[in-house]
């Protein structure tokens, strides 16, 4: 079932005396439980694509459809609603406050929009102990490892428990050990919890643990390709995985 | 790699001798990569032409294959489109993929970048197999198995690489792309010692 759905999203920047045009018209529909990587060049409008479908900023045309709410036409309250309810956000650098510990960073988003700070900590240290943190909560951001950091900022991007996952090279600052852990964890959100998770990333091998992956160019889709069509793999590499197993 | 399908891409281009298609084929390689024979272009033509993938063009002096020039049939295009609409399935083997590329290039049959595509997502699917095995496998793995599984991935990963490489250069590559010898004037050609016929 479709869980968002945008319809030829234009985005321009001024760029000084010239305009500089992200996105040209993208169209992309989100199943419920998708799990999708948006790859292309630097430049190409990735997080352009990520900001709007969050709600983090406006297209200037076309419109982004999450249930039944037209995002576009929803004032700045109503979306402000909806990022923090409805959508998670998780970004390269971990946006973490450093002087919080690892469960009240996770709280926040609740705390922020009124739930006591028992009732917060209580649903924190859930995520937190389903991503493997469990006797990390009370440590501070500095006291973690960056891959540790990470996982702290997805739960704190699920504690709200959104519909949708947005994350913007959420292995960008990880060593390939940790970008490997996260690629599984955010596998996993989708295998198990049934969220819709659309991520950006560089990585092919981080691209790949997705089930679906959308190649942007100059503004617009050029690809867009289901990867879990086993039938295709090829002769070589499934004898490979047969002598293995 | 597909002699067969160099020639169908070839041919498609327009009709040509088989010394002519032996001197197509070497400079669509560069001149070095791919070392076919003459005597098998020849061959291959034969069987092609059997198969109705290609036939003699009409009206021509039959003689021997290197100077009957030779056309595409419906059936032989249909054969090439379907060539290019498939990923290149042959492991690692990247001499196939190229001469696909080559000849979408100078055919026209298929738009390259939609080759390219079809390729990256076929190693994309590679990759997204490798890595699911990877992670279900990684905790219980002995070593030995989590280490050539690696090396599967790596391969993949540098193939994509330089996929991405020829994204980046495959306008200039159609513009320096030419698989001449230009073509001779009808007719019995002239005798010339720096024919590529002299095998
Ligand atoms: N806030 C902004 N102001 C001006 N230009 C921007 C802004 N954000 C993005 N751009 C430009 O829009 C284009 C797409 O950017 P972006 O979506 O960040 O690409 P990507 O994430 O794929 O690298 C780039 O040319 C970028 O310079
Ligand atoms: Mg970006």
Redesign the interface.
Known sequence: MALITATQLVKTYAEGATAVRALAGVSLTLNEGDFVAVMGPSGCGKSTLLHLLGGLDRPDAGTVKLGSDELTTLDDEGLTLVRRRRIGFVFQSFNLVPVMSAIENVALPLTLDGVSASVAEGKAKVWLERLGLGDRVNHLPDQLSGGQQQRVAIARALVTEPVLLLADEPTGNLDSKSA?DI??LL?SLSDEHRRTVLMVTHD??I?????R?V?LKDGVI??D?N????L???????S??EA?? | MSVRHAVLGLLHQRARHGYELHAALTSLGGGEVWDVKAAQIYATLDRLAESGLVREQPGTQSGGPQRRPFELTDAGLTELRSWFSM?V????QRDEFFLKLMLAITSGVQDP?SVL?TQ???L??????????R?E?SAR?ALA?QL??EQ??MH??AD??WLELIEGRLDDMAKQTTVEPAPKPRGRPRKNPQSPDGE
């Open positions: 490997d690629a599984r596998r092919p091998r691209a790949a643990s997705a089930r992956l190649f050029v690809d390709q990867l879990s069509a086993s295709d793999t090829s002769s070589k590499v499934r490979q995985l293995l197993s | 990923p399935k042959t492991g690692y970048y595509r990256r997502t076929s994309y699917r590679d990759l997204h197999e490798l890595m699911t095995h992670q496998a793995a198995q050539q599984l599967a991935v993949v990963e994509l690489r």
